[in-house]
């Protein structure tokens, strides 16, 4: 994954001033982004997928350019094919847990046919012939069989066997996140954000949630950008990190690199380096 996030944006308290560059990070891993409550994580993520605005600058995801203030580019979210796996998981209540699964299939479906007709109707604006095969059938899945068959399989796949037709407040919190996630890679997102979504579990679950996720998001080589405040998180599940305080982004790294040797004062106390006597809490709270 190639990726560009250089926005700003005036919040309430501080402003929003991160830079992130796969070419200064390893683009295939898990992106954390660590720092403590309310120090711009969660915006961030909501710049990337679309449901808030920076200011300025510009946001280009594998290619796709989500955002560009200078060329007047703003991708609407159903475009950008991004999975946002929340908190609160936001499942649909009314909804079974194949039913909120098969919700994927059909967002993802619309959005591919919006991006195929976006394509055909540039294509008839600059004089060319575009076959029309190519947009008959644009949908995930071509057939209400092939998609019953994609949603058992991750249902498989997610151990929601037994439970595909119980509703949301039926189901344990583990098991609520098997189902959002189910439902966000059945529709095939080329890029995953996860916005804390194991901060309210018991340790012990988190941790079996944690590893199950991020080994599934291996097996289909989807890139992840991981919002975190839990160091323990940060280190068993990034290959990479951010450190960002007070929305600016303080250094960035191996995440192994950073726990072993982070190189600023908020690095240091994020990750819990030894040595945070010797640190100026004075200065750091200005």
Request: net charge positive.
């Given at each position: 994954?190639?990726?560009?996030?250089?926005?700003?944006?005036?919040?309430?308290?501080?402003?929003?001033?991160v830079r992130?560059?796969?070419?200064e990070?390893?683009p295939?891993?898990?992106?954390?982004l660590?720092g403590?409550?309310?120090?711009?994580?969660?915006?961030?993520?909501?710049?990337?997928?679309g449901?808030a605005?920076?200011?300025?600058g510009?946001?280009?995801?594998n290619?796709m350019?989500?955002?560009?203030?200078?060329r007047?580019?703003?991708?609407?979210?159903?475009?950008?094919?991004?999975?946002?796996?929340f908190?609160?998981?936001?499942?649909?209540p009314?909804?079974?847990?194949?039913?909120?699964?098969?919700?994927?299939?059909?967002?993802?479906?619309?959005?591919?046919?919006?991006?195929?007709a976006?394509?055909?109707?540039?294509?008839?604006e600059?004089?060319?012939?575009?076959?029309?095969?190519?947009y008959?059938?644009c949908?995930?899945?071509?057939s209400?069989?092939q998609?019953?068959?994609?949603?058992?399989?991750i249902?498989?796949?997610?151990h929601l066997?037994g439970?595909?037709?119980r509703?949301?407040?039926?189901?344990s919190?583990?098991?609520q996140?098997?189902?959002a996630?189910?439902?966000?890679?059945?529709?095939?997102?080329q890029?995953?954000?996860?916005?804390?979504p194991f901060?309210?579990?018991?340790e012990?679950?988190r941790?079996?949630?944690?590893?199950?996720?991020?080994s599934?998001?291996?097996?289909r080589h989807?890139?992840?950008?991981?919002?975190?405040?839990s160091?323990?998180e940060?280190r068993?599940?990034?290959?990479?990190?951010?450190?960002?305080?007070?929305?600016?982004?303080?250094?960035?790294?191996?995440?192994?690199?950073?726990?072993?040797?982070?190189?600023?004062?908020?690095?240091?106390?994020?990750?819990?380096?030894?040595g945070r006597?010797?640190?100026?809490?004075?200065?750091?709270?200005?």
């Amino acid at each position: 994954m190639d990726f560009l996030i250089d926005i700003e944006m005036k919040l309430n308290t501080f402003p929003l001033q991160v830079r992130l560059d796969s070419a200064e990070m390893n683009p295939g891993g898990v992106i954390g982004l660590l720092g403590a409550s309310g120090s711009g994580k969660t915006m961030t993520l909501r710049c990337v997928a679309g449901t808030a605005v920076p200011d300025r600058g510009r946001i280009v995801i594998n290619g796709m350019t989500f955002f560009d203030s200078d060329r007047k580019i703003n991708l609407r979210p159903q475009l950008r094919r991004v999975g946002y796996l929340f908190q609160n998981y936001a499942l649909f209540p009314n909804m079974t847990v194949r039913q909120n699964i098969r919700c994927g299939i059909l967002g993802a479906a619309q959005q591919e046919r919006r991006i195929e007709a976006g394509k055909k109707q540039l294509d008839q604006e600059n004089g060319r012939d575009t076959p029309r095969k190519k947009y008959r059938k644009c949908a995930l899945y071509t057939s209400n069989q092939q998609r019953e068959k994609g949603i058992s399989e991750i249902i498989e796949r997610m151990h929601l066997e037994g439970l595909e037709d119980r509703r949301p407040s039926e189901l344990s919190g583990g098991q609520q996140q098997r189902c959002a996630l189910a439902r966000i890679l059945v529709g095939n997102p080329q890029i995953v954000l996860l916005d804390e979504p194991f901060s309210a579990l018991d340790e012990y679950l988190r941790d079996e949630l944690l590893e199950e996720t991020m080994s599934v998001l291996s097996e289909r080589h989807i890139p992840v950008f991981f919002v975190t405040h839990s160091r323990q998180e940060a280190r068993a599940a990034c290959t990479d990190l951010a450190i960002i305080h007070n929305g600016t982004v303080q250094e960035t790294g191996k995440a192994g690199d950073i726990f072993r040797h982070p190189r600023t004062a908020w690095g240091r106390i994020l990750t819990g380096t030894e040595g945070r006597k010797d640190l100026d809490f004075q200065s750091l709270i200005k």
